[in-house]
C-alpha cells in the first residue's frame, strides 16, 4: 500500500523537524564543550604559570644552597651563574637589532 502525498509531507515534516532538533542538540553541546576548552586551556596556563614559578624557586634554592657550600653545589652554582649569562646575552642581542 502507497503512502499519499500527504502522508510523504507529513513523514518528512517530522524527519526534518527531528534533525533540526538534533542539530541543535549538537550545537550546545559543542559550544558546552568549546566553553570547557576555554577553561581548561586557561587552566593549563595557570599551573604552567605557577610551575615556572616553583622552578625558578628550586633554581634558587639550590644557588643558596650551593653558597654556604660543598663542590657539587658550587659546580650547579657555576652552571646556574652560566645559564643567566646566556640568557642576559640573548636578551642583549635581541635588544640590539
Known amino acids: 500500500m502507497s503512502k499519499s502525498p500527504v502522508q510523504l509531507s507529513d513523514g518528512l ?6 534533525v533540526l532538533h538534533l542539530l ?6 559543542n559550544e558546552r564543550l568549546k566553553t570547557l ?7 593549563v596556563e595557570e599551573l604552567e604559570s605557577a610551575n615556572k614559578v616553583l622552578e625558578d624557586q628550586y633554581k634558587n634554592l639550590r644557588i643558596a644552597r650551593a653558597v654556604s657550600g660543598d663542590s657539587e653545589s658550587n659546580l650547579a652554582l657555576k652552571l646556574r651563574i652560566n ?14 637589532r
Open 13 to 18: 515534516v517530522k524527519k526534518t523537524e527531528k
Open 24 to 29: 541543535e542538540a549538537r550545537q550546545k553541546e
Open 37 to 43: 576548552v576555554n577553561q581548561l586551556k586557561n587552566r
Open 83 to 96: 645559564e643567566l649569562v646566556r640568557e642576559i646575552d640573548k636578551c642583549i642581542a635581541l635588544l640590539n
